[in-house]
């Protein structure tokens, strides 16, 4: 077992950098973490999606700070609770999966987790799947862990009330969800657990389960989200997702779109930069320094931090000559058009995905030729071979 660290300024970073809340409080896990005992704690990924994104590396870069102080982390893979798919935020049930989908998105998952978390050495993460036990239960071990809540409980989700506002259902099975996830808690008898703040009913169920089975305290920390000036969070529902697995390129440039106002939470949750230097960025905003300059910074550190400094020298270089020069880029996708006007190109092209999408890239005055904007309206504006058509700031094809 590695010696655990008790270092002070760790300890606050780690109850600090990120961080939501933590439940039962702060105090209490500060006390944990000084005691010189190494703590268990987890967090659970279900598969989804066959990547992980960049809101699951925000807690993972908490999980490597408990890891370094020689702590026992988990990182569970939900391959049983995907089944279902957790019920959070979503104003319907979610399409459920065969096992083997499940199985086949999380392939890449240890891999891609290896950036943040370490699975050798003399404290290696574990790596976990929550079919070993859930899959076991019987259905009498079922009925005796929904003894332990009430429907009252459950329907004080957020989403749940929301949809009975408007009339839509709820199903059995989605209020199985924050059991099943508690009661991976109780099977492998953590002391604490780490998700984002939209996990916490999931997680304090999950203390709620601890402390009747097994008479112990379970500390909850939630982290803060990385979301737009409009609360919408970044990942997969909102189709504004950074994966892990996205190029070095294509990772600087959806950095540089993100709104001004997710500078400094993009710096605090997901690159290296010191407390004390995210502070200072967030003086640099409030004395009127170009917000574009300090994007350029940290889109660096964020592609820096998930995919390594030359990947991110690399994506930097391509933003720059691509899009802050107004260059097109020396590569990109050619297509010989069934039709050789533009609205044709952007559809078949992929670009648009439909004529009626184009027809409105066109008209908000998004679309070039040969770096000449399309006049509004004029939708079938003529191509020939070797054009260049240009949607937004991103997407070019090559007619041939």
Known sequence: MSKVNTDSNKIQELLTRGVENIYPTREFLEKELKSGRQLSLYTGYDPTAPTLHIGHAITMRKLRQFQELGHKVIMLIGDFTGLIGDPTDKGAARVQQTREQVLENCKEYQKQASVFLNFSGDNPVELKYNSEWLGKLNFADVLELTSNFTVQRMLERDMFQK????EKPIYLHEFLYPIMQAFDSVAMDVDGEVGGNDQTFNMLCGRDLMKSLK???????????????????MGKSEGNMIALSDTPEDMFGKVMRWTDGMIVSGFD??????????????????????????KLKLALEVTKAFLGEDAAKKGQEYFVSTFSKKETPD???ELKPSVYDVSMVLMEAKICKSKSEARQVIDQGGVKINENKVE?????????????????????????
Not at 384 to 398: M, N
Request: net charge positive; glycine share 6%.
């Open 376 to 400: 509004a309206k004029d939708y079938s504006a003529k191509v020939k071979a070797g054009d260049i058509i240009q949607k937004g700031s991103r997407f070019f094809v090559r007619v041939k």
């Open 331 to 333: 590569e990109m996708p």
């Open 269 to 294: 949750l997901c690159t290296n930069l010191s407390s004390d230097g995210v502070r200072a960025v967030e003086k640099e905003l409030a004395n009127d320094v170009n917000p574009r300059d300090l």
């Open 163 to 166: 949809r009975q506002q408007d």
């Open 215 to 233: 008479q112990r305290e379970k500390f909850v920390l939630t982290m803060k989200l990385l979301t737009d000036p409009t609360g919408k969070k």
